[in-house]
């Protein structure tokens, strides 16, 4: 009844790491890091297709940034979410096992 899979018990352990850096930590470090790779990622896409580096170049940089913060800030709110409910689910869970031994124990 109170099983966490192993996927859960991961992210668990994931997530409160994660979460002891912080809110800012987290933001700033994915941010960061996440801005740097997309702006690689979006100059090679750009010159792939033929467009010219130094003119796109401002947008590259403002568009990853926007992307990147955006999709930071919503899988911090994702994976607070599931965090919380798995929490609650297994609360719920153990209540529900702790009433159906106290009612098992006192019909005996």
């Known amino acids: 009844m109170l099983m966490l899979t192993a996927t859960e018990k991961r992210f668990i352990k994931y997530w409160e790491e994660q979460r002891k850096g912080g809110r800012i930590k987290y933001s700033l470090l994915y941010i960061l890091t996440g801005t740097f790779v997309a702006i690689i990622v979006f100059s090679f896409l750009t010159l792939m297709f033929g467009l010219d580096l130094e003119n796109t170049l401002l947008y590259i940089i403002i568009s990853s940034f926007v992307v990147v913060t955006s999709s930071t800030i919503f899988s911090w709110w994702i994976n607070e979410k599931k965090f919380k409910a798995i929490i609650q689910r297994e609360i719920r869970k153990?209540?529900?096992?702790?009433?159906?031994?106290?009612?098992?124990?006192g019909q005996s």
């Open 94 to 105: 153990g209540m529900e096992k702790d009433d159906l031994e106290a009612s098992g124990n």
